[in-house]
């Protein structure tokens, strides 16, 4: 997920702000912005984290793991998230007797950014850290600026995943850096307290604001996504949830960075990829172009593809038509997954 919009976001706070009286750009700059960053909180009702770290061969991975029972998937999560956002991503899979395991990749939260910085390293460090829960082979579901690491860790530890879902995953490499050095001081505490005020004052402005990076829709078309995820409850209460799992951005940044770095290196082993793959992306996917979909589909042998027609970034979650491209992930889930 792109960071632009954050500045989009805050110009509108800061026109607020114009004529503030001095003593209320204290308060704010003494504010704490509400984050709550309990390590076992509740994201959403029914989606609990608890996380951990655990020292592998290879240095510190925070996770989560949901579940005791049935095949592991491992959650790989993208730019500005963290295990959180991995654990909230993969919660429509919870009641369906899968486990998932939720890490922190590199530069996230609790894993520092030592333990891998490339993609490459990153895999092997997944690898370690399936030794050291005990972990046989999982299946994945990578999304965004996480499918580079998905993608190599099928590619080099293909004994140990059994089946791959990447949505709207990059797959190329991509110019550019992770931001400019505006953006970058939006990324910053007082940044992060700008764009949570406008959250609490006006809440559709969050949601257009995400929208406009995250998808290429026409006005009419963002309108309708903005009312349908204002007025729709538990779509609304998945936006404020995932909202949440960008915060604090200084927790963060590190590995969104990183990913940005990484992502101008060379290509990915698709080709090599011999895990059974379903690619699925929005034809109006902002973020991450849909021809990066197309690239993937075009090397990854055997891979099976779902493309959204009208959908962007994060219409696999947020869209009228969520629960049916769901259904498609997980009956293939189900297909590959390990019987008893």
Do not use: C
Request: charged share 20%; hydrophobic share 40%.
């Amino acid at each position: 997920m792109r960071k632009r919009r954050v500045v989009k976001i805050v110009v509108w706070v800061l026109a607020v702000l114009v004529g503030v009286p001095a003593a209320g750009i204290a308060a704010l700059l003494l504010w704490d912005g509400g984050i709550d960053t309990d390590p076992r909180r509740e994201l959403t009702r029914g989606v609990q984290i608890n996380l951990r770290t655990v020292t592998t061969r290879l240095g510190p991975v925070e996770y989560d793991l949901y579940g005791t029972e049935g095949p592991v998937l491992l959650s790989l999560h993208g730019g500005l998230g963290g295990a959180d956002q991995g654990r909230l991503f993969a919660s429509w899979l919870q009641e369906d007797g899968f486990r998932v395991l939720s890490p922190s990749r590199p530069g996230y939260l609790g894993t520092p950014l030592d333990s891998g910085r490339t993609h490459e390293e990153q895999a092997d460090l997944l690898a370690a850290l399936l030794d050291e829960l005990g972990i046989d082979r999982v299946g994945v579901l990578a999304v965004s600026a996480g499918s580079p690491v998905g993608y190599t860790f099928a590619a080099r530890h293909p004994d140990r995943v059994w089946g791959l879902v990447s949505v709207g995953g990059v797959s190329k490499p991509q110019p550019g850096g992770a931001g400019s050095s505006l953006r970058r001081a939006f990324l910053t505490t007082v940044g992060q307290k700008l764009t949570l005020l406008t959250a609490k004052v006006s809440f559709e402005t969050i949601v257009s604001g995400t929208l406009e990076e995250t998808s290429s829709f026409t006005e009419e078309q963002q309108a309708e996504r903005v009312s349908y995820i204002v007025n729709t409850p538990h779509v609304r209460t998945f936006f404020e949830a995932m909202f949440t799992t960008t915060f604090p951005y200084p927790e963060r940044w590190p590995g969104t960075d990183n990913d940005a770095a990484q992502a101008r290196r060379g290509a990915l082993p698709l080709e090599r990829i011999t895990t059974p793959t379903l690619l699925i992306h929005g034809r109006q996917d902002g973020d991450v172009p849909f021809d990066h979909g197309e690239f993937a589909a075009e090397r990854i042998p055997g891979a099976r593809r779902h493309w959204m027609e009208h959908e962007d970034h994060l219409g696999f979650w947020l869209s009228p038509e969520a629960s049916q491209v769901q259904a498609v992930a997980r009956a293939f889930l189900r297909e590959h997954a390990p019987g008893d």
